[in-house]
């Protein structure tokens, strides 16, 4: 076969892959998203569930996925096709492409939502709003915010602008230089707030929050009838950990895919997926670590929702020295940590327009971003005019229906099957030759659990959400 190159460009080089996935990995998945999950489900227990799906599906599918797109050298859509063609399997492979598509267009809508509060929080802290500030303040702060739909339509517009510019200019100069210096800035400030942490007194609290695993206390429901306890097993946050593994590595859509198939070649592509996991698994657990000790030391609840780092990040900044210098640089770098995200959610998508439409990335972009643009609109209300319960389903709104789909049915289920691709459909030789690395010990045991264990545990994961699992325990069924 003869090598393909891609229309689009390529990274100048293997850091900048590095950098540019990291980019697309670390977001508000780590920094807002992982605590206040992390918060709602429990603590410890989840956090070791997230931390084993990191490593037995998200590593391994990472892999495939860079594998994948630096095979097709074009969008997801297009790559799954030609890939399919090459190992002359079913068509049908394309709809991976579509659905990851898909899934980037619902994930931006609401991200976009969430990196709009972190814009406005830009602001807030730079006047100085946050000096100070108690537990009681911090949390009207918020609500004024997310209760006031203009000004969440105003952010949320600027956000998806900025990544508008960034994806109309392309792979060089608009990806790349995004993530050079703010990736590193950003590791820097979580460890001045850290240092915060340690000097609140609940340093302790915290740790033993996220990293003590009680495995009743997460996965069983127990409820007192009569004085006697009664538990049912409960698989909802195991599926909500594995959904988060996906979310935080930008797993199961294409948007790896996408990136990968600008990676020169001859790059390690084993050396770059476990860079990037390392780096977005510490700065999510370091983001763990400097929040819950805020959170125990002002008697905050840890479960109170995607509302949670926006309610304690302003009280420690409020409370140490130059924290209103640092508590601005630190949301202009949630920003910046999730415009790099964003931007990947919709370049499969504008590759895709650009490939088989033939427009410019200009236009592509701009149709794309208006798109997810409108989209958001259901997430701006959900949090005010449409927060009522005439307009949720099974007491979720917009938001939080769409934020469930996507993390927790439509990555898993994507990644699952770019793992029976990339395992089953991908021929031995294709992937040697494409890894780079021979077929030694590493490709070996990539291709071991590729092909068995990862599928096998998204699927398990998946039965014991629904209860199956709990089910056949229960009729004796299963041993
Ligand atoms: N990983 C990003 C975060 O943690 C979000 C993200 C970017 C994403 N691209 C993705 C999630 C693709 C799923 C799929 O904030």
């Known amino acids: 076969m003869t090598e393909r190159t891609s229309i ?22 780590n920094i807002w998203k992982f ?6 489900n429990g603590g410890g227990a989840f956090v070791m569930v997230y931390l084993g799906c990191i490593a037995i599906v998200g590593v391994p599918i990472m892999m495939a996925e860079i594998m994948i797109g630096r095979r097709g050298r074009q ?9 399919a063609r090459d190992e002359k399997t079913g068509s049908a492979w394309v709809l991976l492409g579509w659905g990851g598509v898909l899934a980037g267009f619902f994930i931006l809508s609401y991200y976009s939502v969430i990196a709009g509060w972190a814009l406005s929080y830009v602001f807030r802290s730079a006047v100085g709003v946050f000096n100070g500030v108690t537990a009681d303040g911090a949390h009207s702060i918020f609500s004024g915010l997310v209760s006031d739909p203009e000004r969440l339509l105003a952010w949320h517009t600027l956000f998806m602008v900025m990544c508008m510019v960034v994806v109309a200019r392309g792979v060089r100069h608009g990806l790349e230089k995004a993530v050079r210096i703010l990736m590193p800035a950003l590791f820097v400030l979580l460890l001045v707030l850290l240092g915060y942490a340690y000097n609140t007194g609940a340093f302790q609290q915290g740790l033993d929050f996220l990293f003590t695993p009680d495995y009743t206390k997460v996965f069983y429901n127990c409820d007192f009838l009569n004085g006697v306890e009664n538990c ?11 959904g988060h593994a996906f979310f935080t590595l930008s797993l199961g859509m294409g948007a790896i895919m996408v990136y990968g198939s600008y990676m020169p070649k001859h790059n390690s592509i084993t050396g770059a997926a476990m860079m990037i996991a390392l780096l977005d698994t510490a700065v999510a657990l370091i983001a763990g670590m400097a929040i819950f000790p805020v959170v125990f030391a002002n008697g905050l609840e840890p479960g109170s929702g995607p509302g949670l780092i926006f309610q304690t990040l302003p009280i420690a900044f409020g409370a140490m020295q130059g924290g209103q210098i640092f508590g601005t640089i630190f949301f202009v770098l949630l920003v910046f940590a999730a415009w790099t995200s964003g931007i990947s959610l919709i370049e499969p998508a504008v590759a895709w327009l650009v490939e088989n439409k033939s427009m410019t990335r200009v236009r592509a972009a701009i149709w794309v971003g208006m798109s997810v643009w409108l989209l958001g609109l259901g997430s701006v209300f959900s949090f005010n005019v449409w927060s009522g319960e005439e307009f949720q389903l099974f007491g979720n709104t917009f938001f939080d229906l769409l934020d469930y789909l996507t993390a927790n049915i439509m990555l898993p289920l994507g990644g699952l099957l770019i793992a029976v691709f990339a395992g089953w459909y991908v021929s031995r030789n294709s992937s040697v030759d494409e890894f780079n690395m021979g077929d030694g010990f590493i490709y070996k045991i990539w291709r071991l659990v590729i092909r068995y264990i990862t599928p096998v545990a998204v699927v398990i ?4 959400a629904i209860g199956v699992i709990d089910w056949l325990l229960s009729k004796n069924l299963l041993w």
């Open 75 to 83: 969008s997801p859509i297009n790559t799954m096709r030609s890939l």
């Open 232 to 242: 049912t097993f409960d698989g909802g946050p195991m599926l909500i950990a594995m």
């Open 8 to 29: 689009h460009g390529q990274w100048s080089n293997r850091i900048m892959f590095i950098l540019a996935a990291t980019g697309s990995a670390v977001g508000l998945g």
């Open 461 to 464: 994961v998946f039965l014991n």
């Open 35 to 40: 605590p206040y999950i992390t918060g709602e």
